[in-house]
């Protein structure tokens, strides 16, 4: 069977699901797929989660689409995927920051005048916040970072998590405030 095209297998995969078939294909492309995804990740350890994570989609994605040049289709597959990824953690990012914006502007009218990461970049403040996060009571974790990180609407939170809607805004509302409270008593460094 290595001796068939990369078409044929894939031929052969869509018709009969043998998977020897993409088991000749992971072979033969596992290098590529691993160099398109250190170009567009530079980092190993993501680029190799992306090599399984392009493998595992291709027992779905080669049963629906008719795939002509499959080396072509495999590194726009594998492209696309990290482009959605950096995306995705640029998106989280955005969030987060967004997210410490907002803390830094309820602390900053609160009247205190110690601000807690006066002065930090914006990196820091960010492991910070995460930190904090970690610290919420589970109800309140769960629906800031519904509501927040994934950018859901509090139908959408409620839905989720089980909550009401008054119980979303309840624990958004005090998540924000232990949020606060917590980064205003953590230690300086």
């Known amino acids: 069977m290595s001796v068939l095209t990369d078409e044929q297998l894939v031929t052969?995969?869509?018709g009969s699901g043998d998977t020897q078939c993409l088991g000749i294909l992971f072979t033969r492309y596992t290098h590529l797929v691993f160099s398109v995804s250190?170009?567009?990740l530079g980092n190993e350890a993501e680029a190799e989660d992306m090599v399984m994570f392009v493998f595992e989609k291709l027992?779905?994605?080669?049963k629906k689409s008719g795939v002509k040049a499959f080396k072509n289709w495999l590194y726009t597959?594998?492209?696309n995927q990290c482009l959605?990824?950096?995306r995705h953690e640029k998106t989280i990012k955005r969030s987060k920051e967004e997210i410490w914006r907002d803390l830094e502007t309820e602390i900053m009218e609160s009247g205190d005048t110690a601000h807690p990461v006066a002065g930090k970049n914006g990196d820091d403040a960010l492991n910070r916040l995460e930190a904090a996060l970690v610290k919420l009571n589970e109800p309140q974790r769960n629906c800031i970072s519904l509501f927040y990180l994934e950018q859901r609407s509090y139908r959408e939170v409620s839905e989720t998590t089980g909550y009401t809607l008054n119980e979303v805004k309840s624990h958004l509302q005090n998540?924000?405030?232990?949020l606060k409270l917590i980064l205003e008593n953590a230690p300086r460094t």
Not at 59 to 62: A, G, N, P, R
Not at 175 to 178: A, I, T, V, Y
């Open 84 to 86: 959605m990824q950096l």
């Open 175 to 178: 998540g924000r405030r232990n």
């Open 77 to 79: 597959l594998t492209k």
């Open 12 to 14: 052969r995969y869509a």
């Open 59 to 62: 027992f779905e994605e080669l």
């Open 38 to 40: 250190m170009k567009y």
